[in-house]
């Protein structure tokens, strides 16, 4: 049995997922997208995985780079997150309009988020019409007092957690 597309999105709806935004830097110019698609892979070494779609602008600048940011989407960062995905929006532009450091290693990374951190790319992997990249953690931080945002059923929010 084959799934539709259509099946297969609104399988993939129903499952809750935090929001990122990856950042990178090539060449000197900012990039950046929206991306769901991420979770951690290995404690030791501290590896995380990210699931780029071909067909973004963003997926060829992100092949050339070594390096690439996570930044976890903290509960007030929605209209960035929605900007992030706008292929109509220059992230160039957009990443420089927002308070921002630059690593040691030209790494964009977003202030303010509910974490950030920096990648070293170590594996690229098909996945379909995504490439699947793995990056090694090299540095990040976080802010403990923060909410997350949350991505589900094509919609931004807030998480509340259950009361026991």
């Known amino acids: ?11 993939m709806r ?8 990856v950042t990178f830097s090539e ?9 769901s698609s991420f979770c951690s892979l290995s404690m030791d070494p501290p590896l ?7 067909e ?21 960062q929605g209209k960035i997150a929605l900007d992030f995905a706008n292929p109509n929006i ?25 974490a950030a951190m920096e990648c070293t790319i170590t594996e690229k992997y098909d996945g379909g019409d995504h490439t699947i990249f793995v990056g090694r953690i090299e540095g990040g931080n976080f802010d403990e007092k923060a909410e997350p945002l949350v991505y589900y059923s094509s919609g931004l929010g807030e998480f509340r957690p259950n009361q026991v």
Request: glycine share 8%; charged share 20%; proline share 2%.
């Open 1 to 11: 049995m084959t799934v539709s597309n259509d099946l297969f999105r609104e399988l």
């Open 14 to 21: 129903r499952f809750a997922a935090g929001v990122t935004l």
């Open 27 to 35: 060449n000197g110019k900012l990039g950046g997208l929206t991306v």
């Open 48 to 54: 995380v995985l990210i699931c780029i779609d071909r």
């Open 56 to 76: 973004v602008a963003s997926h060829e600048s992100l092949e050339k780079t070594a390096t690439f940011g996570v930044n976890i989407c903290n509960s007030e």
């Open 90 to 114: 220059d992230k160039n532009e957009l990443v420089r309009s927002l308070p921002h450091r630059i690593t040691d290693n030209g790494t964009p990374l977003l202030e303010g988020s509910l």
